[in-house]
């Protein structure tokens, strides 16, 4: 079975250019979330979708972020405009959520690289 | 909040020896679950072990086990015979029934010397 995929898998871009990171989950998962991770702040959980329904979004960082999620097997993350402290490795991840918590299968992450 | 804490930053261990990796947290909720991921050098993240709060007995896969002692609030990892391949970030994370978030720690470094 694939995995979470993930595009691209480098981006480097100037500020100011819009980014579109994008997410296949594992097919059947309902659950997809997207994370950032930096050396000085971690992990950090930016958005939450289930059955396709954004359901947190309280970790996204400010308006220049936004995500989709037309239907079970796609999701973007778009940065609008992108600036040199957005860089960071981006990832998503799948989750069946069948009873009680579950594991989070991640993707291979984007590095993203804002000049 | 719910919070989780992982105290070592890094750890260096003698290849084959068996290393424990430290995770506390802090929640009221007694209906969680905690998770274990290896981040390895390029930068996958890879489930290794779940621990259910109700689960009565302590969770192992291979060569991971998890020393979940509930009293403490804490679920460390295990790892038995320690290999050169087992040198990554570990991050400990928790999650609630119901709730998809997972909150993760700040991860250990570990580095396996041959």
């Known amino acids: 079975d694939a995995g979470v995929i993930q595009s691209p898998r480098h981006e480097v871009t100037e500020m100011g250019q819009e980014v579109t990171l994008r997410c296949k989950p594992i097919?059947?998962?309902?659950?997809l979330f997207w994370y950032r991770q930096t050396m000085m702040r971690g992990l950090e959980l930016l958005i939450y979708?289930?059955?396709?329904?954004?359901?947190?979004d309280s970790g996204m960082p400010e308006d220049r972020f936004s995500a989709k999620m037309p239907n079970a097997s796609f999701s973007t993350l778009k940065i609008q405009p992108s600036e040199p402290r957005d860089s960071a490795v981006y990832f998503c991840?799948?989750?069946?959520?069948?009873?009680?918590?579950?594991?989070?299968?991640f993707g291979p992450g984007t590095r993203l690289t804002v000049l | 909040a719910q919070k989780i804490t992982q105290t070592q930053p890094g750890m260096f261990v003698q290849e084959k020896e068996a290393v424990t990796l430290d995770c506390t947290y802090d929640?009221?909720?007694?209906?969680?679950?905690l998770f274990w991921y290896k981040q390895p050098s390029s930068g996958e993240m890879i489930f290794l072990i779940y621990?259910?709060?109700?689960?009565?007995q302590n969770a192992t896969e291979g060569r991971y086990s998890l020393n979940f002692q509930k009293a403490r609030k804490s679920a460390n990892l295990v790892i038995s015979a320690s290999q050169l391949g087992d040198s990554a970030m570990y991050f400990c994370?928790?999650?609630?029934?119901?709730?998809?978030?997972?909150?993760f720690g700040t991860g250990t470094r570990l580095t396996i010397i041959p």
């Open positions: 991840a799948s989750s069946p959520m069948t009873s009680g918590t579950d594991e989070q299968f």
């Open positions: 097919s059947g998962h309902n659950s």
């Open positions: 979708f289930n059955n396709n329904v954004p359901i947190d």
């Open positions: 929640t009221s909720d007694p209906s969680y679950g």
């Open positions: 621990q259910g709060s109700y689960d009565q």
């Open positions: 994370a928790i999650g609630f029934f119901g709730n998809e978030k997972l909150t």
